[in-house]
């Protein structure tokens, strides 16, 4: 079974920290994929890779960057945390043309 | 730009009865999912719908394709509790693996 691991189900971060959210998958896909899920808006894509360091914006990237260094690991970097950035973070990784599978999700509190 | 509209956003339905949610998308695409969320839980990849009159079906859950309509629907037969999930739908961007997402139907199967 393919296997999306975030590193954290929960996490509370100050206004203004600098904050990374981790996400390794184990099935050697090309594409990996962060987005946020709010209610009532669904899941809306922040940043998407297909390669190692290789990423495109989605359609929130504002606030956001991203890394992918290694094929297996795609990081989401909130540069300057604010409020309006509380939300549930999903990961998600496929090769291409396949169905994307998806981690268990960070709940990320800013205070 | 590729908007999908979902409805009804929540659904409550008495078990053993039929009902349909719909996923209307605004431009042409090659591929659309349906997705199953359990609370806190990730989304799990229930149909992928390829060409026009593709109908995919488990269980109690039956997926079909329009895309003349760019219009897909989601069945349930004779609901059962275990069906209760937020079931969202998500079209590919162009000819990318970019998904968009709707906003979610939240069902809740009551005896």
């Known amino acids: 079974d393919v296997k999306v691991t975030q590193s954290s189900r929960y996490l509370v971060k100050r206004t203004g920290e600098k904050v990374f959210l981790e996400c390794v998958q184990d099935?050697?896909?090309?594409?990996m994929f962060w987005y946020r899920q709010d209610p009532g808006l669904g899941l809306r894509l922040i940043y998407f890779?297909?390669?190692?360091?290789?990423?495109e914006k989605g359609d929130i990237p504002e606030g956001y960057s991203v890394s992918r260094e290694k094929k297996e690991r795609f990081s989401l970097i909130l540069e300057s945390a604010s409020t309006n950035q509380t939300s549930m973070y999903l990961c998600?990784?496929?090769?291409?043309?396949?169905?994307?599978?998806f981690g268990d999700g960070t709940r990320l509190s800013i205070l | 730009e590729l908007k999908v509209e979902q409805n009804p956003l929540f659904l409550s339905m008495q078990e053993g009865k039929n009902y349909t949610i719909y996923c209307n998308y605004s431009?042409?695409?090659?591929?659309l999912y349906w997705y199953r969320q359990d609370p806190g839980k990730s989304l799990e990849s229930l149909f992928v719908?390829?060409?026009?009159?593709a109908v995919k079906q488990e269980g109690r859950l039956m997926a079909s394709l329009d895309t003349k309509a760019r219009l897909s629907t989601l069945h349930i037969t004779a609901a059962v509790h275990d069906l209760s999930a937020t079931y969202f739908c998500?079209?590919?961007?162009?000819?990318?693996?970019?998904?968009?997402f709707g906003t979610g139907t939240r069902l809740q199967v009551f005896p």
């Open positions: 998500a079209v590919v961007f162009k000819m990318t693996d970019k998904l968009i």
């Open positions: 719908l390829l060409s026009n009159g």
């Open positions: 431009t042409t695409s090659d591929r």
């Open positions: 099935m050697d896909h090309e594409n």
């Open positions: 998600a990784s496929s090769s291409p043309r396949q169905p994307q599978h």
């Open positions: 890779s297909y390669d190692v360091k290789m990423k």
